[in-house]
């Protein structure tokens, strides 16, 4: 009966590992072919990049400037401007308005669009730029820069203008949630 146990782990223990080479061999196989596959798409693009820049250097300068307007109106196109303007919602603090917003560039950067904006912001204090430069860079979304600030007071308030350029990547799927940092009048109540 021992012999017996020992002859059967033997013959499954043999056809364990000729099942085991042969599915070695397989994935050498398959292996190689997407190795060539791969060597043969890398030898691909290598030729169509040099056909890439065959064709730029027979453009004209003027073909240059009209493709790469093309390539901005196609950007332009493909940018939400609701969504900018939603996502900027989300990261103001209620104590912040925009002022206004300028559009320097609009690029793609990999598979994603991204926008060089300027853009101003009116607060009656520091504070409140704080928790809104805070808000961006925890958003992912915007990267701010802070470029100028100019304070103004009239005869009722007094408040400074800031001027930011910022870099804003949306992300992927829908806008974000607006704020729930409520403006307030000068009463204290809602607005």
Request: hydrophobic content about 40%; charged content about 20%.
């Amino acid at each position: 009966m021992p012999y017996f146990v020992a002859g059967l782990l033997l013959i499954v223990s043999v056809t364990a590992g000729i099942f085991a080479l042969s599915r070695l061999n397989s994935n050498k196989k398959a292996n190689e072919e997407l190795a060539a596959s791969i060597t043969a798409q890398q030898a691909e693009i290598q030729r169509l990049k040099g056909e890439a820049a065959k064709v730029q250097q027979m453009l004209t300068p003027d073909q240059k400037d009209q493709l790469s307007a093309a390539h901005k109106l196609v950007a332009n196109k493909t940018f939400g401007w609701s969504r900018l303007f939603a996502d900027l919602e989300s990261v103001l603090p209620g104590s912040v308005s925009a002022s206004r917003i300028a559009v320097e560039n609009i690029y793609q950067d990999g598979d994603r669009v991204k926008a060089e904006l300027e853009l101003g912001v009116l607060a009656k204090d520091y504070g409140s730029i704080m928790k809104m430069i805070e808000n961006m860079q925890n958003s992912g979304m915007f990267q701010p820069s802070l470029r100028g600030q100019n304070r103004q007071e009239n005869e009722r308030l007094t408040f400074t203008e800031y001027t930011f350029r910022l870099i804003y990547t949306p992300g992927y799927g829908y806008a974000a949630a607006p704020s729930t940092d409520i403006a307030q009048n000068q009463q204290g109540g809602p607005q």
